[in-house]
T-cell receptor, first 110, second 113 residues
Framework: KNQVEQSPQSLIILEGKNCTLQCNYTVSPFSNLRWYKQDTGRGPVSLTIMTFSENTKSNGRYTATLDADTKQSSLHITASQLSDSASYIC?????????FGGGTRLMVKP | DAGVTQSPTHLIKTRGQQVTLRCSPKSGHDTVSWYQQALGQGPQFIFQ???????QRGNFPDRFSGHQFPNYSSELNVNALLLGDSALYLC????????????FGPGTRLTVT
């Protein structure tokens, strides 16, 4: 069964600071690894997509890493902005189905 | 391109009633997936439709059913509503050209009283 665990559950940082969010999987194999940003009450928006063979992918201030051996992924946010306040979720993908963890709720304070 | 659209935005129903939610996929996408997201939780996969057939289903009871139309739009139906069905219902579309990436709509907020 695909399981996704995310940490921390919530995080508060000051504007301009960096932070790192973690995602652990208990699934094998998986095809792609994705990170999504979800504003409250809205649908998730894709931030990065990595294939199994990639170990890092950047999208502006967002950098995702993947350790396929340990099935761990991280999302590093650089120079945080108030608009980064949201939930961040990292589903595992198996076949046609995405399995999501509970997400990390990030709050950026001025 | 309007992206994935869902209707209605919000909905309030009473226990025992039935509800239908609608989704129009992004232009060029032929696959529609539905997810249920309870408050403070990650989305949970309900089912996926492709070529008007249910291709894969998550761990949801038969009260949850769906349909896909020839124009690829989709409906999610929930019968005999329970209080626990209150959630944000998300629709996501994808296609061969997206490499499987799913694009999510804004969701329908269902409240069951």
């Amino acid at each position: 069964k695909n399981q996704v665990e995310q940490s921390p559950q919530s995080l508060i940082i000051l504007e301009g600071k960096n932070c790192t969010l973690q995602c652990n999987y208990t699934v094998s194999p998986f095809s792609n690894l994705r990170w999504y940003k979800q504003d409250t009450g809205r649908g998730p928006v894709s931030l990065t997509i990595m294939t199994f063979s990639e170990n890092t992918k950047s999208n502006g201030r967002y950098t995702a890493t993947l350790d396929a051996d340990t099935k761990q992924s991280s999302l590093h946010i650089t120079a945080s902005q108030l608009s980064d306040s949201a939930s961040y979720i990292c589903p595992s993908e198996s076949g046609n189905m995405l399995t999501f963890g509970g997400g990390t709720r990030l709050m950026v304070k001025p | 391109d309007a992206g994935v659209t869902q209707s209605p935005t919000h909905l309030i129903k009473t226990r025992g009633q039935q509800v239908t939610l609608r989704c129009s996929p992004k232009s060029g996408h032929d696959t529609v997936s539905w997810y249920q997201q309870a408050l403070g939780q990650g989305p949970q996969f309900i089912f996926q439709y492709y070529e008007e057939e249910e291709r894969q289903r998550g761990n949801f009871p038969d009260r949850f059913s769906g349909h896909q139309f020839p124009n690829y739009s989709s409906e999610l139906n929930v019968n005999a509503l329970l209080l626990g069905d209150s959630a944000l219902y998300l629709c996501a579309s994808s296609g061969d050209q997206t490499g499987g990436e799913q694009y999510f709509g804004p969701g329908t907020r269902l409240t069951v009283t």
